[in-house]
Every structure is written in structure tokens, then in C-alpha cells.
């Protein structure tokens, strides 16, 4: 049997967090998509509905464009941290990470691109920390990756995302849907 050089057995899914208050919000979210089906090792993506959201915290006066990827990829998770990186500063985002910290929405940006899962993976390094820290916490995160797999079940807190979605407080942050969800093709 002959197997091509990048063949992968299983790939592995990841659900990466999406979102934008700068500029063409919609625009940067789609050519995001659309680097990320360009990747060598990114065999699938599709795109939940995307929300529009209220900033939290100092991110400036305008809303959020947010979404979840799920992806299918053949990579590990550093290499896809690496990809994700470099696809924002392909969309401009300054090289230096805003203060606050992982996931910290502090700052405006053309595009933030965060691994929430990789399958269940529990890992953390100086560069990467998975399942992502806040994720539980956000209300942004939890309704797109809830419209995409609500029995996902979170690996360490033992909660699925609907669990997790459903224990949230009541908030207003989500002001509605801004664009169905996207499929998107291999070119
Ligand atoms: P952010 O401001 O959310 O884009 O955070 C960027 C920084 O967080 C980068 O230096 C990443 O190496 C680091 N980081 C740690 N864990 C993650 C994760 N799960 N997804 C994305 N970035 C992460």
C-alpha cells in the first residue's frame, strides 16, 4: 500500500475562536477562513454563526464580530498556534500581544485568532495553554462552539459546552447574529 507523504490517519479537531473590532470585521473573518483553507494540514473548516458582541472591558467603543472554526486538521497543536499567529499579523495585528494575557480582549484588534480545543488535549507550555482559560467564562465563545458541537465535553471541568454555556449569569453581551454559518471549500 502506498500512502502519500501527508496523510494523516485521524485528524484531529480543533475549535478555534474567532474575533474582530477593527475595520471590515466581516472581511478580516473571512479571509481568516480563507488562509486557513489554503493551509497545508487544515483538511476541513466550518464556520458557526457569527455574533455580534458588546466589547468587555477596555477594547475600545466598538462591537465584536465572533465566531468558532472547527477545523480538521493533520497538525499538532503548536503548529497550528504558529499558523493562527501568523495569519493575524497577516491581518495586522501588531507582533507585540496586547497586555492582560492569554485571551484577554484588552485592546482592539483586526483579528484574534485563540485554540479554545484541541480533541481533549490538556496541555500547557510557555506559548500555549489548552483547553483555553477563559473559555468557560465566555458567553461569546460558549454560544458559537454550542451551535457548532453542544455535547463537546470540556476536558478537565468534565462539563459539555451546553452544560457549560447553560451555568452561565444572564448577560447582554450577545447583541444578535451578524451572518449564518459558512462551510468552507477546498479551493
Ligand atoms: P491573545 O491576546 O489572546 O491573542 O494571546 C496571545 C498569546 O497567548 C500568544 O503569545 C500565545 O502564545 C498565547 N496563548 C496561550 N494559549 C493560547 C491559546 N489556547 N490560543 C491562542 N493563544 C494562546
Not at 454560544?143 to 451546553?162: A, C, K
Not at 448577560?171 to 447574529?177: K, M
Request: glycine share 6%.
Amino acid at each position: 500500500m502506498r500512502i502519500a507523504k501527508d496523510h494523516c490517519f485521524r485528524p484531529s479537531r480543533a475549535y478555534v475562536g474567532v474575533g474582530s473590532n477593527l475595520g471590515d470585521r466581516m472581511s478580516y473573518l473571512a479571509k481568516a477562513a480563507r488562509c486557513l483553507v489554503d493551509t497545508a494540514g487544515v483538511k476541513a473548516i466550518q464556520s458557526a454563526p457569527i455574533y455580534e458582541t458588546r466589547p468587555v472591558g477596555p477594547a475600545g467603543p466598538d462591537n465584536f464580530l465572533n465566531t468558532v472554526f472547527a477545523l480538521d486538521v493533520c497538525l499538532s497543536p503548536l503548529q497550528l498556534l504558529r499558523i493562527l499567529h501568523d495569519i493575524e499579523v497577516l491581518m495586522g495585528r501588531p507582533l507585540a500581544p496586547p497586555r492582560g494575557g492569554v485571551g484577554s480582549r484588552t485592546g482592539a484588534r483586526t483579528l484574534d485568532l485563540d485554540i479554545l480545543f484541541f480533541d481533549d488535549l490538556v496541555f500547557q507550555n510557555d506559548e500555549l495553554t489548552v483547553p483555553h482559560p477563559h473559555l468557560h467564562h465566555r458567553e461569546f465563545v460558549l454560544r458559537p462552539l454550542n451551535d457548532l458541537d453542544p455535547e463537546f465535553s470540556h476536558p478537565e471541568l468534565g462539563l459539555t459546552v451546553r452544560e457549560l454555556l447553560a451555568a452561565l449569569p444572564p448577560s447582554e453581551q450577545i447583541l444578535g447574529v451578524f451572518a449564518e454559518a459558512v462551510t468552507f471549500a477546498h479551493t
